[in-house]
């Protein structure tokens, strides 16, 4: 069930937070998680804004300082589900062409969800970690990409070790496609786990870029030890 809490301080009106009360047979996870939902103003303006998640907000924000989603950009996005990411790229990237005089670029994700359709995208289902997985986005890319986007995640166990060495894995797993498919200057953006096993990934990464930058974006749960590493300027 849930209810408004009410405000009766008098001083005027103010966001009220939403309270949720248990229900028979929900965990006290699933409360707080729905909770947290219900008062996220990120969930609440990426449903006003028709976006398909707040992920959305934190592309946004890289982009805002990194200025990577340009027009005429080919981009590949790996783990793109639900499809937020997408649809910022589609936008700024003019993918599907509504900026006269801009140039068009391409945006091909990929991931072992099903994503509904976004129109100027190509989305696969795939899971990048399957043999040759590697092989097939290179030949559904035809060519070279200008930025390599990884919002990848493997199920959480529980055990907060476990997890950051499964989305590192992921994390250099993209890593490495990108060298593969990125042109001269091109960028890599991905999310990491805080917990120690990121050095790796960053030592890797300053060998083929010029800068790589370590970022917590605004609309980042504080709570989370998530982490956004965007590396420009990529050597070839």
């Not at 990426?46 to 981009?75: H, N, Q, S």
């Not at 890797?204 to 420009?232: G, N």
Request: glycine share 10%.
């Amino acid at each position: 069930m849930i209810e408004k809490k009410k405000n009766t301080s008098g001083r005027g009106l103010r966001d009220l937070q939403v309270r949720v009360k248990s229900a028979k047979g929900r965990k006290l996870s699933s409360t707080l998680w729905l909770k947290r939902q219900l008062n996220d103003p990120y969930v609440a303006r990426a449903t006003k804004e028709g976006y398909r998640g707040r992920a959305a907000f934190k592309i946004m924000e890289l982009d805002d300082k990194f200025r990577f989603l340009v027009p005429g950009a080919r981009i590949v996005d790996l783990g793109c589900a639900p499809g937020g990411w997408c649809q910022v790229a589609v936008k700024r990237v003019n993918a599907s062409g509504d900026k006269q005089g801009k140039r068009i670029g391409t945006i091909l994700g990929v991931d072992l969800q099903e994503v509904d359709p976004i129109e100027g995208c190509e989305i696969h289902l795939l899971d990048f970690m399957e043999d040759d997985a590697d092989a097939k986005v290179k030949a559904w890319l035809g060519g070279k990409a200008d930025v390599v986007l990884s919002d990848m995640a493997a199920s959480a166990s529980g055990h907060k070790q476990t997890d950051h060495i499964r989305i590192m894995a992921l994390c250099e797993t993209a890593a490495y496609f990108a060298f593969d498919v990125l042109e001269e200057g091109g960028t890599f953006v991905a999310k990491v786990l805080a917990g120690g096993a990121e050095g790796d990934l960053q030592k890797l990464l300053k060998e083929k870029f010029t800068k790589v930058h370590h970022m917590k974006p605004p609309s980042s749960r504080q709570d989370s030890s998530e982490k956004f590493v965007v590396a420009t300027g990529f050597r070839g």
